[in-house]
């Protein structure tokens, strides 16, 4: 008598109340797509867009690693152990879009990873940054085509050479040891032919908010 119990019939659905969100399989870009950086258009000096370029074999010169990136910006959830009187707590806080800093790697395979022209480019973008103003409406915006169709405002933080975290140039041009040259005739910055980086090239950035029309 003092035991209690729960029937379900056969055939009657159960519904839950709690759903779970997830970001489904596979990319929302196009894998042949070269991912862009856009400079804002109301920050001097204007710089034109950096098509991250193609080789004459018409592959992207996409990064080789992306860090917190899937089809979209991965926020990582946080956790902490806390002590209590009775033991001890998990405490987890979930970062924002805003809290996500993505790395871009180009991994230096068979000696190069990027002709040299093209990390100028970068440097330009890096050197010239407009600084963070949360009161401003255009910033640099970054569209990694490849994985996804999203648009994000970002804030430029390192670009390194043959290191990681700060700014760092270990920067080698391979067309002075015997390299052949590449052709650069897009390149403002140096009117001579350009060689390539013989280093992993790294460009870390914060994202600011997801901007897509």
Do not use: K
Not at 109 to 136: C, H, K, V, W
């Amino acid at each position: 008598m003092g035991d209690s119990f729960i029937v379900i019939q056969q055939g009657v659905p159960v519904v839950a109340e709690d759903a779970i969100f997830f970001l489904g399989a596979g990319s929302t870009g196009d894998p042949a797509a070269c991912r862009r950086l856009v400079f804002p258009s109301n920050i001097s000096p204007l710089l034109a867009p950096i098509v991250y370029q193609m080789t004459d074999l018409g592959i992207c010169l996409n990064p080789t690693r992306t860090l917190n990136l899937d089809n979209v910006v991965l926020p990582h959830p946080r956790t902490t152990v806390v002590r209590t009187i009775g033991g001890t707590r998990v405490i987890r806080t979930d970062d924002a879009v805003g809290d996500v800093v993505i790395t871009e790697i180009w991994e230096s395979q068979g000696g190069s990873s990027m002709p040299t022209f093209f990390f100028r480019l970068f440097y330009e973008y890096l050197i010239n940054a407009p600084p963070f103003d949360p009161t401003q409406i255009d910033f640099i915006t970054w569209e990694p085509r490849d994985r996804s169709d999203r648009i994000y405002s970002v804030d430029l933080l390192s670009l390194s050479v043959g290191g990681e975290g700060e700014s760092r140039f270990d920067l080698s041009d391979i067309l002075g040891r015997g390299g052949d040259e590449i052709a650069n005739g897009t390149d403002f910055l140096n009117v001579i032919s350009s060689g390539l980086v013989d280093r992993d090239v790294s460009l870390r950035f914060r994202i600011i908010a997801d901007v897509t029309p």
